[in-house]
């Protein structure tokens, strides 16, 4: 093992975890085509070390917002049923495709997560002052340190956002990331849960999601642990880097630079 | 919130916390080792099969070993967060929610069973 492609990989994945962390994402969109441009990976074995790397991040993450109080552990779990049931199914319809064909659909979804996430600029927090009745057996309440006061909320429509779940999850088998994307604005939207307690509850269901995935990737032979090992622990590394720099840098400005790259990546992916 | 409540996510946070350090220990640890030895084996591996190889006493890279074991450690700990998730619902006598676990942790074997056959 050399030390030039160890190092390599291990900046890739910091630089993924940091671009991840600053967006409120698992890291896998960028680390993905990263693993595959760059460093010349086949599809196969960048899914399965962006699912290891999604892993780190979403634990690590998951380990302080529980502590916080701010993700809906009863919430996460009953859409991780569905998750959980459509990451299988994309682990093993990933198993069956070629390389080419993943390749082919990791960029069209990159370029549709930069559509969405242009658009989910534009969308305006729902549910602010929630008198209705329904959605009380898994309410949730959390501190908002930023505003510095306790945010009290009800689960609404629970149905859609199950069924994006199950999209977000059947996503995360087929192509190693972690679904937040798609899970966190339709829980927001469609739920009426506040964005912060959305995020931590998304990531927080991401690691059994991404590990229901994982064992399918495992057990075809494709992962090589000389690359997952270094970009786990640099993922997990820049994940760090990018909670700290998220409090001094504003995600909004820096976002429309990540759309051009991930929609330059999406392109560069086709064209292969 | 309740003293309950609070228990439970000390709990879940701590399962997650002790997974990821012991698995990042273990991943730098293996990585250590790999990049000292020349010649390192094919790092295409399946790090169940290795694990069992290593267990059942059969010659095994170290460096390999460790990384599997870190690689899996991690892989694992969102399950064992489920596990603690269930014994806290159980002890909220939390039923409906003890079963959605229940629920989850079956799927998750369910799909284990799938990857080993």
């Not at chain 1, 504003?250 to 929609?263: C, G, N, P, Y």
């Amino acid at each position: 093992m050399s030390a030039g492609p160890l190092i390599c990989t291990m900046l890739g994945g910091a630089i993924a975890g940091t671009l991840g962390a600053l967006l409120g994402l698992g890291g896998g969109v960028f680390l993905i085509p990263f693993l595959v441009l760059v460093l010349d990976i086949p599809m196969h074995q960048a899914i399965a070390t962006s699912i290891v790397a999604v892993i780190a991040t979403s634990s690590a993450g998951a380990a302080m917002n529980v502590e916080r109080g701010t993700v809906n552990i009863r919430l996460g779990m009953l859409l991780e049923i569905v998750t959980v049931l459509g990451a299988l199914a994309g682990g093993i319809t990933a198993s069956v495709l070629q390389g080419v064909v993943l390749t082919k659909i990791f960029a069209v979804l990159l370029l549709v997560i930069s559509g969405a996430m242009v658009v989910n600029r534009r969308f305006a927090a729902p549910h602010q002052h929630d008198t209705r009745k329904e959605g009380l057996w898994l309410s949730g309440e959390f501190y908002d340190e930023a505003a510095k006061e306790m945010v009290s909320y009800r689960v609404h429509n629970l149905p859609a956002t199950m069924a994006v779940s199950l999209v977000a999850g059947n996503i995360s088998g087929l192509l190693g990331l972690g679904g937040g994307i798609f899970k966190v604005p339709a829980m927001h939207l469609l739920s009426g849960i506040p964005m912060k307690a959305a995020a931590a509850t998304s990531n927080f269901m991401i690691g059994v999601t991404a590990a229901a995935g994982a064992f399918i990737y495992l057990s075809e032979g494709h992962l090589n642990v000389h690359v997952a090992a270094p970009a786990a622990l640099g993922v997990l590394a820049g994940s760090m880097l990018g909670v700290r720099l998220s409090r001094v840098l504003r995600a909004e400005s820096v976002k429309i630079v990540f759309v051009v790259v991930l929609a330059l990546a999406a392109v560069q992916l086709l064209m292969r | 919130m309740n003293v309950q409540n609070h228990q439970a996510e000390r709990w879940i946070s701590l399962t997650l916390r002790i997974g990821v350090i012991t698995s990042a220990l273990l991943l730098s640890a293996g990585l250590v080792v790999e990049f000292l030895r020349p010649h390192a084996a094919s790092p295409l591996v399946d790090p169940l099969a290795i694990l069992k190889a290593a267990l059942s006493r059969q010659e095994t890279p170290p460096g390999i070993t460790l990384l599997s074991a870190g690689i899996l450690i991690l892989m694992f700990t969102p399950i064992v967060r489920v596990i603690a998730a269930l014994g806290t619902f159980i002890l909220e006598k939390d039923r409906p929610f003890a079963f959605v676990a229940v629920i989850v942790l079956t799927m998750f074997m369910l799909e284990l069973l799938i990857s080993l056959a």
